[in-house]
């Protein structure tokens, strides 16, 4: 497409529900990132795809989040027995590969998936 | 690790007064720099960049120098506008796989 797309763009949980989150990146882009941006935070990484392998899932923050990546496209996070401290914007990113190779790297953002966590 | 140090906001200004958003940085090796803006109910997006030291990026009137000797990628701008409001976030991408790492951001708030 000709952006990144994130749904929902709206989210509203119960505490302990799993949580599914969407990205569909721009056509042709195989680099593929996921940040977290908390109320007056900045954006926290949680992990990157190349293709669909996770070369750096360092951000995670516990073991109730995961992310996969199919197809070399579509990515979704998960989000198992949600906690109020989950409560966060989700932002996509995607990039071309070779940008990354070459430490230039520029991404483009999505709009965000809120998270609220009851 | 790398990391990204930014001034704290928030930044209130008149319209038509100089900006200058703080930005210094830790890095291994030669990282690249960036600053991306996020305006009200919008998605970051790309301000500028620089890939090198003394490389200046510069957009809508926004530049910052990328300074090696003082691990500095300041934002300036002249003359600012009530439509720069926005939140500023300084960046660098290393050799950590491609990603980016962020400042905290910076609340900039123009009053005509």
């Known amino acids: 497409g000709a952006g990144v797309s994130q749904s929902p763009s709206n989210k509203v949980t119960e505490k302990g529900k799993d949580v599914e989150l969407r990205c569909d990146p721009i056509?042709?882009?195989?680099?593929l990132y996921w940040y977290r941006q908390s109320l007056g935070q900045g954006l926290e990484f949680l992990i990157y795809f190349q293709g669909n392998s996770a070369p750096d899932k360092s951000g995670l923050p516990s073991d109730r989040f995961s992310a996969e990546r199919t197809g070399g496209s579509v990515s979704t996070l998960t989000i198992q027995r949600t906690q109020q401290e989950d409560s966060a914007v989700y932002l996509c990113?995607?990039?071309?590969?070779?940008?990354?190779?070459?430490?230039?790297?520029?991404?483009?953002f999505g709009a965000g998936s809120r998270l609220t966590v009851l | 690790g790398d990391s990204v140090t930014q001034m704290e906001g928030p930044v209130t200004l008149s319209e038509e007064a100089f900006l200058t958003i703080n930005c210094t940085y830790t890095?291994?090796?030669?990282?690249?720099l960036f600053w991306y803006v996020q305006y009200p109910g919008e998605g970051l997006q790309l301000l500028l960049k620089?890939?090198?030291?003394?490389d200046k990026g510069s957009n809508k009137g926004f530049e910052a120098t990328y300074r090696k000797e003082t691990t500095s990628f300041h934002l300036e701008k002249g003359s600012v506008q009530v439509s720069d409001s926005a939140v500023y976030f300084c960046?660098?991408?290393?050799?950590?796989?491609?990603?980016?790492?962020f400042g905290q951001g910076t609340e900039l708030s123009v009053k005509p």
């Open positions: 056509s042709g882009h195989t680099a």
């Open positions: 960046a660098l991408s290393g050799d950590q796989g491609g990603k980016l790492i």
């Open positions: 890095a291994t090796g030669y990282p690249s």
């Open positions: 990113a995607s990039s071309l590969a070779a940008t990354v190779l070459s430490g230039a790297n520029v991404l483009t």
């Open positions: 620089a890939t090198k030291a003394d």
